[in-house]
């Protein structure tokens, strides 16, 4: 099984292979279901976020249905997380 090697709250470096769609929706659900971290739904949302922005149209369901679970705060700090991770990748 491989490993995620976590370099801080919500970044993830999977060996030296390119961060696609799929990663990062398989990163929404780990957060989403609490698999192999703490269950964050502000994570999630942020995750599924980036993955819907790469194409990948289940991470937009998903998207929506933690949304219904969520603060408008926590929404907004989650665009904010992920409008900050992609100025740094």
Partial sequence: MARIEVLSEDMAVMGSRQINGEMLFELGMNYATGRDVPEDLVSAHKWFNLAAMRGVREAVRYRKEI???????DIAEAQRAAREWLSMH
């Fill in 67 to 73: 949304s219904e679970e969520m603060s408008f705060s």
